[in-house]
Nanobody
Framework: VQLQASGGGLVQAGGSLKLSCAAS????????SAWYRQAPGKQRELVAF???????IYADSVKGRFTISRDNAKNTMSLHIDTLKPEDTAVYYC????????????WGQGTLVTVSS
């Protein structure tokens, strides 16, 4: 299974971006999806989560600016980012995790978002 993340780039502060993640197989059924990010010199952190039922959770630092979504039929997930800040600069990773059998946890390769001030 492959997760292909895309959509990163160089953006000015205040701008918007949409990150996408596409799976090569249908792995979204009964699985949760999430976006993480890792800034230079920092640990990877969870920024947005969406359950298989559509419940969303966001890190406090991104609430109101980030929106996670998924399309199970298309095997895709997205992260819409508004009002970008320089501190949002990081490599963003998508993740799919299923806790019921068969269990799995897949990661995308990461896409770099750079926000200039």
């Amino acid at each position: 299974v492959q997760l292909q993340a895309s959509g990163g780039g160089l953006v000015q502060a205040g701008g918007s971006l949409k990150l996408s993640c596409a799976a090569s197989l249908n792995i979204f059924t009964n699985a949760a999806s999430a976006w993480y990010r890792q800034a230079p010199g920092k640990q990877r952190e969870l920024v947005a989560f969406i359950s298989n039922l559509g419940t969303t959770i966001y890190a406090d630092s991104v609430k109101g600016r980030f929106t996670i979504s998924r399309d199970n039929a298309k095997n895709t997930m997205s992260l819409h980012i508004d009002t970008l800040k320089p501190e949002d600069t990081a490599v963003y990773y998508c993740s799919i995790r299923r806790l019921m059998s068969p269990t799995y946890n897949y990661w995308g390769q990461g896409t770099l978002v750079t926000v200039s001030s």
